[in-house]
């Protein structure tokens, strides 16, 4: 079955850029039909959506964050990447690589990875 696997610094100062990878196994990136979305979750709060990148490589992101962020993809090593520029303390979360069908719900989600914006 698909495996997602998030990875990248637990710890970033403010103003800095965040970057986070996903590692895709037993499944390609390139797969038809599929998104592939960064999901958060700010401590005591609910999951907020971020951006997806689609199996054609098309980018959409947040309206509230699309401008600090950046979608892409190595489709050689079957990875998406996230960049969040200028962080702040309020970017703490635990950052969730999902994937999704078209017309589908989320189904495979990686474990999560802790991200702390502090100085």
């Known amino acids: 079955q698909v495996q997602l696997q998030e990875s990248g610094p637990g710890l970033v100062k403010p103003s800095q850029t965040l970057s986070l990878t996903c590692t895709v196994s037993?499944?390609?990136?390139?797969?038809?039909?599929?998104?592939w979305n960064w999901i958060r979750q700010p401590p005591g709060k609910g999951l907020e959506w971020i951006g997806k990148i689609a199996y054609t490589g098309t980018t959409s992101y947040s309206p509230l964050l699309k401008s600090r962020t950046s979608l892409s993809r190595d489709t050689n090593k079957n990875q998406i990447t996230l960049q969040l520029a200028s962080v702040t303390p309020e970017d703490t979360a635990v950052y969730y690589c999902v994937r999704r069908r078209v017309g589908a719900l989320y189904d495979y989600w990686g474990q999560g990875t802790q991200v702390t914006v502090s100085s």
């Open positions: 037993e499944g390609s990136i390139t797969t038809n039909y599929y998104f």
